[in-house]
């Protein structure tokens, strides 16, 4: 591994940057097909998305939006794309992902799942060349390794924007920029050799060092 691949393995490995009670699904009879279940409970039939780590793979093979990612686990694009580029905002299709880096994402579940989140659960992943191992889920109890409660900073999208930070979306701001998160896009070690732009090394780099101040600051506090 070249000492590039190694600082974005670090990296990945420590950084959780973008904020995103379990709750189970009786049923009767389940049947995996693909990415959905059939679920048939007291004689009522609906999908379930289907979601493991084979959900997830290199984060430049979905379709950008903006400074972030989608997809849709059941094939739904279409909608999901519509969804993300609606100026007024408008509730995604279940099945649909949003990604910013590529060890956090969300997935929309089948409605009702969730009505706290609006049925998005969140995810936290441990990426490698190997592919993605889901460290966290779940929906309003989720923390990120730096204490942050993932539905607690989407929460203030909710009316308009289902939940989807963005500028104006009315979240708290996160402490890095475009440049810091497109390097860790461009760097994605699942997507094979990093495609880097000027300035992605320097800007990993700095996003390492706040990272180290944060996790030392955080050392201080529990200790004192």
Not at 134 to 153: H, P, T, W
Not at 180 to 189: E, F, I, K, N, V
Request: charged share 25%; proline share 4%; hydrophobic share 40%.
């Amino acid at each position: 591994m070249n000492t590039h691949l190694k600082l974005v393995s670090n990296m990945m490995a420590i950084v959780t940057v973008f904020c995103f009670s379990s709750l189970s699904v009786s049923a009767e009879t389940m049947e995996y097909s693909e990415n959905t279940t059939a679920v048939i409970n007291s004689g009522i039939e609906k999908t379930v998305v289907k979601v493991d780590e084979e959900s997830f793979s290199c984060i430049r093979e979905m379709t950008p939006v903006r400074h972030f990612y989608i997809d849709n686990l059941l094939g739904d694009i279409d909608s999901t794309l519509a969804a993300a580029n609606n100026p007024k905002g408008e509730v995604y299709p279940t099945g649909s992902v949003v990604q910013l880096v590529p060890t956090e994402v969300m997935v929309k579940r089948e409605s009702g799942t969730s009505p706290a989140t609006g049925d998005w659960e969140f995810f936290e992943l441990t990426v490698d060349e190997s592919g993605s191992t889901i460290a966290k889920r779940g929906f309003v109890d989720v923390m990120n390794r730096f204490d942050g409660n993932c539905f607690s900073c989407h929460a203030p999208a909710r009316e308009t924007w289902d939940f989807i930070c963005e500028s104006g979306h009315g979240c708290d701001p996160i402490p890095i920029d475009h440049k810091m998160t497109g390097a860790l896009q461009r760097s994605d070690p699942r997507c094979g050799e990093a495609v880097p732009e000027d300035g992605d090394w320097m800007a990993l780099f700095k996003l390492k060092a706040m990272v180290s101040i944060g996790l030392t600051k955080k050392w201080f506090e529990e200790l004192f």
